[in-house]
């Protein structure tokens, strides 16, 4: 699951950036997962210091990424995590598109080792940005656990990056019919306009508000830009404080909190 949030977390880098309004999370009928988003898609130009693609240097070189060495993105929630390369690393198969430049760029990797050069042909759609990652978790390295990806968990976190994120749509489908018991798959879109206010509307949904209006405070202070959205209720036996750093949450607290 974790890595499932890893490459979803460089969609919502996007998006935080301004360049993303839609994400796209396929769970395939052979357990596969894809991500796919409408950002502007991984830069594909040969990097100076490896010689090699851009995007075959982010997949597989550790620490290569956008968010290392300065004015890539002011914000970004990938930091706090292991990277694409290592989900390339711990997976059977990867497949990359990226669209960009009016061309559609195609490599694929097994075990985190390219799988022959990067593809470049016309794109259908000139006009089309964004990136798309296919991978399939190692059954070796991930043998105790097994590879069944759970829809609710899945769920959990995208909703609630949906909620952190106002505005941009994250969509959810799960393709595994058999797994299902089903003839159609299962699809949810998460797509909230107010934000974290929504968030603590959803939260105190089954609870006695003592204010109807939520109260908000959005503010920015030495480029740190904070938001904060809150309610009281009269049948909490005690404070429900979450706490977010670039919507990635801070179980232990922290000095925003």
């Known amino acids: ?51 090699k693609s851009a995007l075959e240097t982010v997949m597989a070189v550790l620490h290569a990424g956008g968010k290392f060495g300065g004015g890539g993105y002011k914000v970004s929630g990938g930091l706090h995590g292991v990277g694409i390369s ?25 075990k985190g080792i390219p799988q022959g050069d990067l593809a470049i042909t016309s794109s259908d759609d000139k006009a089309r940005t964004g ?7 190692d059954i070796e390295i991930f043998k105790t656990t097994g590879i069944q990806f759970d829809y609710n968990t899945l769920a959990s976190r995208l909703r609630e990056l949906a909620y952190l994120n106002a505005g941009v749509e994250i969509i959810f489908t799960d393709y595994r019919l058999e797994l299902l018991k089903a003839e159609e798959p299962h699809s949810e879109t998460y797509h909230y306009a107010g934000g974290i206010k929504e968030y603590v509307s959803y939260i105190n949904n089954e609870k006695q508000a003592l204010h109807e209006d939520i109260i ?11 938001e904060v959205a809150m309610q009281w209720c009269s049948d909490a036996y005690s404070a429900n404080l979450l706490g977010f750093a670039n919507s990635i949450r801070a179980d232990v607290g922290g000095t925003h909190l």
């Open 86 to 110: 290592v989900v390339n690393a711990l997976s059977d198969m990867v497949e990359v598109t990226v669209w960009r430049k009016g061309k559609t760029h195609i490599q694929k990797y097994a």
């Open 216 to 226: 908000y405070v959005q503010n920015e202070k030495k480029g740190v830009q904070v």
């Open 1 to 51: 699951h974790h890595l499932v949030y890893e490459v979803v977390d460089n969609s919502v880098d996007e998006a935080l950036a301004g360049h993303c309004k839609t994400i796209r999370i396929d769970i395939n009928a052979e357990g596969s997962v894809r991500v796919t988003d409408d950002g502007r898609g991984i830069p594909t130009d040969i990097h100076p210091t490896t010689g």
């Open 131 to 137: 990136t798309s990652v296919c991978f399939k978790p």
